[in-house]
């Protein structure tokens, strides 16, 4: 069996030429679109997403700015100017990009983005009423495994489905999105005991972990559908998902690392600022 590539390119490119329209539209009133992008760290993964993301909204119209506080910020330090930047009229979207400093938690820093602006979801706020049922904007690389899903014709009501990675940022909102969608949702983390005896009940397996091919063939089911959200940097300046590549002798459908959830992750981002 080879598996089925569910990429995301031609999706992400649907989402970015209807961003760039309502862009031109902005612009042409006089009011670009804005999203501004904080950083505070080192890391070199981070980094690629956040280039790739102000490369994205330059290609679609919208003014990005990357605000770097770097790797010595305080807790402090970036609450002030997530906060300067939710209240400054210029800005439409505000993203704290992860990692963060040592001792800063996501969860100390992220209450300071006016929800309306949180085009991430990383404000408390936004997960909860994501939980509610009630309008939010759910993390983007989230919203896209559900996008992708649906772009491909992969039907979530009723199935199985087992996330691998339990964070704010994707495990927990992804939950909640495909318990929407009618889904049996287990999560798995560090703690979960004998990870494959799990994983291979899944119908659709989700691996958002950040540990370079964590699933291997032993922890799917043949047939499953697959979604890796991995994106490891390798020592050659590329990119390894969560998911070994032999799983794709087993499982059904698989999305690439590059190529798969990442464009449609970026493409959202930008269609929550438009938004």
Not at 47 to 62: D, F, H, L, Q
Not at 205 to 220: D, E, K, Q
Not at 250 to 272: E, F, K, R, S, Y
């Amino acid at each position: 069996m080879t598996a089925r590539e569910l990429a995301g390119k031609e999706l992400a490119a649907r989402i970015r030429a209807d961003v760039a329209q309502r862009a031109a539209a902005r612009r042409a009133e006089g009011r670009p679109a804005r999203l501004v992008i904080v950083t505070a760290t080192d890391d070199e993964a981070s980094a690629w997403y956040v280039r790739s993301i102000a490369s994205a909204a330059a290609k679609t119209g919208i003014d990005c700015d990357v605000d770097d506080l770097g790797p010595a910020a305080t807790a402090a330090g970036i609450a002030d100017r997530l906060m300067a930047l939710s209240g400054d009229a210029s800005v439409d979207g505000v993203m704290l990009q992860t990692p963060l400093p040592p001792g800063v938690a996501l969860a100390d820093v992220s209450g300071a983005i006016d929800p309306a602006k949180d085009v991430d979801g990383a404000n408390p706020l936004s997960l909860g009423r994501l939980a509610a049922g009630l309008p939010a904007y759910a993390p983007a690389t989230a919203a896209a495994v559900v996008a992708l899903l649906d772009e491909h014709d992969l039907e979530a009501a009723g199935a199985r489905a087992v996330i691998v990675g339990r964070s704010a940022v994707v495990g927990k909102p992804l939950a909640h999105l495909l318990l929407d969608r009618d889904a049996t949702v287990t999560v798995c983390h560090s703690r979960t005991r004998d990870l494959a005896a799990v994983t291979s009940t899944a119908d659709v397996l989700v691996a958002a972990v950040g540990r370079t091919h964590l699933i291997t063939p032993a922890h799917v089911r043949p047939g499953v559908v697959v979604v890796d959200v991995g994106t490891n940097p390798t020592p050659d300046g590329g990119l390894a998902g969560d998911v070994d590549p032999a799983v794709a002798g087993v499982a059904g459908a698989l999305t690439p690392v590059p190529g798969g959830v990442g464009p449609v992750t970026t493409a959202l981002l930008l269609q929550h600022v438009l938004d």
